[in-house]
Nanobody, 128 residues
């Protein structure tokens, strides 16, 4: 069982930055691929970024590539999402998630259905 708690959301102006954190419980954090997803009002949940077990591999949605950076600190059981050059269209609830999938490939890490555990979400609002 893994419990995930996100933090770091808030209100920021367009062009600004935020850093989200997701703290995980348990001793097996390093055995999970971690992902960030988001859901805007009236829209479906969408994939944002994922990071492999050691952090050596990352994968991003095209919409955030070059602006967002995912990272993890296994000693602290925490995954981060650094968001720069924020746009109003980045406004959403951001969720972190963990998957025990043994494969780190795009088709797997992009699919929310592959994730076993989810946090409660943190709101990010970008004003224009």
């Amino acid at each position: 069982q893994v419990q995930l708690v996100e933090s770091g959301g808030g209100l920021v102006q367009a062009g600004g930055s935020l850093r989200l954190s997701c703290a995980a419980s348990g001793r097996t954090f390093s055995t999970y691929v971690m992902g960030w997803f988001r859901q805007a009002p009236g829209k479906e949940r969408e994939f944002v970024a994922a990071i492999s077990w050691s952090g050596s591999m990352t994968y991003y949605a095209d919409s955030v590539k070059g602006r967002f950076t995912i990272s993890r600190d296994n000693a602290k059981n925490t995954v981060y999402l650094q968001m720069n050059s924020l746009k109003p269209e980045d406004t959403a609830i951001y969720y972190c998630a963990a998957t025990s999938s043994p494969r780190f490939i795009g088709s797997v890490v992009q699919s929310g259905h592959k994730y076993n555990y989810w946090g409660q979400g943190t709101q990010v609002t970008v004003s224009s």
